[in-house]
C-alpha cells in the first residue's frame, strides 16, 4: 500500500475564500483548489488536468475559472458558489487511480466548500475514482447522478446561439446560418449535431485533423485548420476549445458577426471584450451561455433527487438571460461582458438566488 506524503499549503489571494496547492509525490499529485464565493451555495466547479508549463500558469488559470464559476451560478441562480481545480499532470499519461483518489483527499478536506465535477481533461469516470475518497462529488456515471454534463452545456449554447439569432435577425431560426465552431470535443461535437439538426451551415475546426474530417463527413461542413479559424468568413464563431483566443491578436482577423461558443475565458483581458463591442460584434459572454452543464450537475442536489427534466427545462433560461443582457447592452452601448459582470454581482449581494436548503 502506497503512504501518503501530502502537504498543503494556503495561499491568500485578495477577493478568493480559499486557495490550497496540495502535493503528493507518492502519487505524482500536484493540484490547486480554489474556492472562490461560497455565498449563495457550496462552490461547484471541475477538475482541469492539464500539463500546466508552471504553477504560476494552473493558478492563473484555476482563479479565472473559479470567479467565472461564481458569476455563472449567480446568473442562473441555482443555489451555488463558485470553485474550480487543477491537476498538473498530462490526462493521457499521468492520470492514475492513486493519483485521483489522493486528490479526493484532498478535497474531503474542503468539509464541502467545493464540489468537483468534470472538466478538461477528467471524465465521469475519473469521478468515481475521486468519489472514493470524498462525497463531495458531482456528475458521476451512476443511476442516482447527472452524469456526463456535455450534452446539457451544448444545448445551453443552442439556446444562447438562438438569443444572438433573435438579437441579430429577428428569429430564433438557425436555418441557413454559418456556424465555425472551434474545438470538437465533448460538448463541441455533441453542438455540432445539435446545429446539423438546427439545419445550420457548420464550419468545424480542431486541433485533430482526422476527428475533424469525420465529423465534417457526417455533417457535410466545411473544415478549417487551427491557424485559420480566426479569420473564417462566418455567422457566428463558437470557440469550444480552452480559453484566451479572443485578444488582440484575432479580434483585428474576426470576420462574423457574432462570437458565441462553450469555451470557458474566452477572452484573454476584460479590454477585449470592450474591442468586440466597438468592431459591432455582438459577443455572448462564455459564462452565460456556457451554464448548461452546471444546471445539470446541481439539479442532483435536490431532496427529490436528480430529474433531467428539471435541469433541461432551467437550461432554457439560458435564451432569456442573455437576450436581457444583449438590450441592456444596446441600450446603455456597453460590451455585453460588462452588463453581465453586473447582474451577477447584484444577484451575489442581494442573495438572489441563494440556497436555502441543504444539498441532497
Known sequence: MVKLMLTIETLEIPDYEKVIVAKDPSVMLHCIIVVHSTKLGPSLGGVRIFPYSSENDALEDALRLAKAMTYKTALCKIGIGGGKSVIIADPKTGKTPSLLQAFGKVVDLLKGSYIVAEDVGSTPQDLLFIR??????????????????SRFTAWGVVRGLQAVAMTLWGSTSLKGRSIAIQGLGHVGSNLAEMLFWQGADLILCDLDAERTTRFCHEYSAKQVSPAEYAAVECDILAPCALGGIINPQTIPKLRCLAVAGAANNQLSTPDDAIQ?????????????????GVINATAEFEKTGYKAIEARDQTHLIFETLLQIFAKSKAEDRATSIIADKLAEHNI????????????
Open 276 to 292: 468586440l463591442h466597438k468592431r459591432g460584434i455582438l459577443y455572448a459572454p462564455d459564462y452565460a451561455i456556457n451554464a448548461g
Open 349 to 360: 449581494a442581494a442573495g438572489i438566488g441563494k440556497r436555502s436548503l441543504p444539498i441532497f
Open 132 to 149: 472514493e475518497s470524498t462525497p463531495y462529488v458531482a456528475a458521476l456515471p451512476t443511476n442516482y447522478s447527472s452524469g456526463d454534463p
